[in-house]
């Protein structure tokens, strides 16, 4: 598999294993077939996975420390993160260290290469319409909070989601110190679905061209957009769900997929792997059939420009 920069973290494999699906976020599968989909994963050449302890309430970290006991393979990097909202100030390291402590806990490790706050940052003027953390919270209690546990050796770096408000992301990438990496939407819609929670306009390219400049690494994610960009909907949604609406928008696409005798859902990872700065994309398969797919579809190489052009004229993005 190929490997990317990933900032100042060295070089990771150009696609992660996304815990969602092996935490049952996107659909029912086995504990067993999760844990035999990790460890595919790493034989494919992952060496990045990424989880969480809201997918599936710990249970993406669980089949981790099924999997692998305690003993992270070699050359395998680990990240989690934390919901932290809006504790009062003197109140951030100690929810940060639990979450933290719970984790290592489920995965049966003693220490993540990043921590990411999994809460949107706020701006300070929107704290009454928004939940998330303040920024003000965020500079002045999280950053140092993360900073500590950097210098504690429980985390090599810490990041952020940066899929909450636009211009408080932005501001998070361009401040110093900054984060040493950032998950951003990543996928040939611009589209973040059903979690875009704010009235900002989304401009997930500006994130990814901010942070890449910044010398940060970029884990794209939402590459399928949560089924949209793949053959069929897997869920009953109702006619005007953000998912529904780009499944009806990416029907071109589905056309030109099937043109060039590809799936959709391969063409749609492999876009999102061509897209500039994007240092890694975030798989959410919950199975060995999806992963190998995604494998497959990787192996293929990024997607010559004239290509890109045919599929951002197909969707009317410009």
Same mark, same amino acid.
């Given at each position: 598999? !190929?490997s990317?920069? $990933?900032?100042?973290?060295?070089r990771?494999s ?8 092996i935490g049952q976020?996107?659909?029912?599968t086995? @504990? ?6 990790? @460890?595919?994963?790493?034989?494919a050449?992952?060496n990045?996975? !990424? #989880? ?5 309430? +710990? ?8 999997? $692998? +006991? ?6 395998v990097? #680990?990240?989690t993160?934390?919901? #932290?909202d809006?504790? %009062?100030?003197d109140?951030?390291f100690?929810?940060?260290?639990q979450?933290?402590?719970?984790s290592?806990?489920r995965?049966?490790v003693?220490?993540?290469?990043? $921590?990411f ?5 706020? %701006? ?6 928004? !939940? ?5 919270? $965020?500079? &002045? ?22 899929? +909450? ?5 932005l501001?998070t990438?361009?401040? !110093?110190p900054? %984060? ?6 990543? &996928? ?9 929670? *704010?009235?900002? /306009?989304?401009?997930?390219r500006?994130?990814?061209?901010s ?5 940060? +690494?970029?884990m794209g994610i ?15 949604l109702?006619?005007?769900?953000p ?8 029907? %071109?696409f589905r056309d ?7 799936s959709?859902?391969?063409? /749609?990872?492999? *876009? ?5 700065g ?8 919950? &199975? ?10 990787e ?7 004239e #290509? ?7 969707v009317?993005?410009?």
């Amino acid at each position: 598999m !190929d490997s990317r920069e $990933f900032g100042g973290l060295g070089r990771v494999s150009a696609l992660t294993l996304g815990g969602g699906g092996i935490g049952q976020v996107w659909g029912p599968t086995s @504990r067993e077939e999760s844990v035999a989909t990790l @460890r595919g994963a790493v034989d494919a050449g992952i060496n990045l996975i !990424d #989880l969480a302890p809201s997918y599936g309430q +710990g249970e993406a970290e669980t089949v981790f420390g099924q999997a $692998f +006991g305690g003993s992270v393979p070699a050359g395998v990097r #680990l990240t989690t993160k934390c919901r #932290l909202d809006n504790p %009062p100030a003197d109140q951030v390291f100690s929810v940060l260290e639990q979450s933290l402590k719970d984790s290592f806990d489920r995965m049966k490790v003693e220490r993540v290469d990043l $921590f990411f706050l999994h809460s949107q940052i706020v %701006p300070d003027d929107c704290v009454d319409r928004y !939940d998330g953390t303040p920024r003000e919270l $965020f500079v &002045n209690s999280v950053v140092l909070a993360f900073e500590r546990l950097v210098s504690d050796g429980r985390i090599g770096a810490w990041a952020i989601t940066g899929i +909450g408000i636009p211009s408080a992301v932005l501001a998070t990438i361009q401040a !110093d110190p900054h %984060p040493a990496a950032v998950q951003a939407i990543a &996928n040939l819609l611009d589209s973040p679905g059903a979690i875009k929670r *704010y009235d900002e /306009a989304a401009i997930p390219r500006e994130i990814i061209g901010s942070a890449h400049k910044r010398g940060m +690494g970029v884990m794209g994610i939402r590459a399928v957009q949560a089924g949209a960009l793949t053959s069929s909907l897997d869920r009953e949604l109702a006619e005007d769900h953000p998912e529904a609406r780009d499944f009806r928008r990416a029907a %071109p696409f589905r056309d030109l997929a099937a043109e060039l005798g590809e799936s959709p859902a391969s063409l /749609a990872h492999r *876009y999102a792997l061509s897209i500039d700065g994007i240092s890694t994309v975030v798989l959410g398969v919950k &199975n060995r059939e999806e992963l190998a797919e995604c494998v497959a579809a990787e192996a293929k190489g990024r997607l010559e420009p004239e #290509l890109m052009a045919r599929i951002d004229a197909a969707v009317g993005r410009s």
